[in-house]
């Protein structure tokens, strides 16, 4: 039988009558932009996080670029960013006059670290920007001890924990995608931000919509970036079912680990002190390219995320590094992400591996 690489229909088919009878209440309202909805569901997820201030947004790309902006960031400033990572991350930075400075990552946990970014900093250093990258939680509070804040991508690790604080928690700021497939993924696009300072979380809701706050007066260019109240209704269906979820995907690793992923490839490495709730599952092997055609023939899913590192792109060739990225380099050769999901059990789990072992020999 197949096994997926994601399963995002089956959690949410016990709740696809609510789900039905939510977005018809929206719709019989007939608020659709900035509602009722939309700040419940800031407020719901501000206490989920464990910090003062939500504000939804378009996406999570816009969630990023606004996030920086709020945290001051401005033209001519530099803004640290892992390469290994998906192309918003970086893309979010240049709109605002910045210049993104790409820094090497662990290659184990995928996650850039208090070494990788002080080997990366100059005088010109106005942020950092870590990713959350598959579920994992980067150091966010060493990295603050070099003494520059931090923008936190958390959108692949709604559900994860470091040192029991929720991803998201973390930093100046930190920025959500709500794109289906994430742990906590909507019907479309969406995005927000989280922040415990008062200030940032009142210049993101004014640059969200066009630098206003009364529709009246615009006080500096913003952004047509709103989290719709549609979204925002069935956000709310789904984030008190997030934690179950996410302990599904923990017992899906487990399984993994049980089935001896570990004796046929590297399985991913939490950073110290993270529970991660994987968003996807990357192992590392050194014939991760062969290794993923073999499982795809087979029916097992898999898919090779990052094999071109955002520095080496061609829409960033203005920012490209003099300097090498070695970690970067070899997660992008070695990495395969095979299937990952709350609801993929320990037969699963051994298909997936005796697929693996097969291709191995």
Known sequence: MAVPLFDTRTPLEPLLPQLRERAAAVLDAGAYILGPEVEAFERELADYLGVAHVVGVANGTDALTIALRAIGVGEGDEVLVPSFTF?????????????????????????????????????????????????????????????????????????STRHGRRAGSFGAAATFSFFPSKNLGGFGDGGAVATNDADVAERVRRLRFHGSTDKVTYEEVGYNSRLDELQAALLRVLLPHLDSWCEGRRTSARHYAEAGLGELVKPPTPVEGADPAWHLYVIRHPYADRLGPALGRVGIGQKAYYRTPVHRQAGMRDFAPTWELPGTEEAAATHLAIPMSPVLDRLDAIQVVSAIREARS
């Open 87 to 159: 192309y918003a991350t970086a893309e979010a930075i240049p709109p605002i006059g910045a210049r993104p400075v790409f820094c090497d990552v662990d290659p184990d946990t995928f996650c850039v670290t208090p070494d990788t970014v002080r080997a990366a900093l100059t005088p010109r250093t106005k942020a950092v920007v870590t990713v959350d990258l598959f579920g994992n939680v980067a150091p966010v509070e060493e990295i603050e001890a070099l003494g520059v804040p931090v923008l936190a991508d958390a959108a692949q690790a709604a559900g």
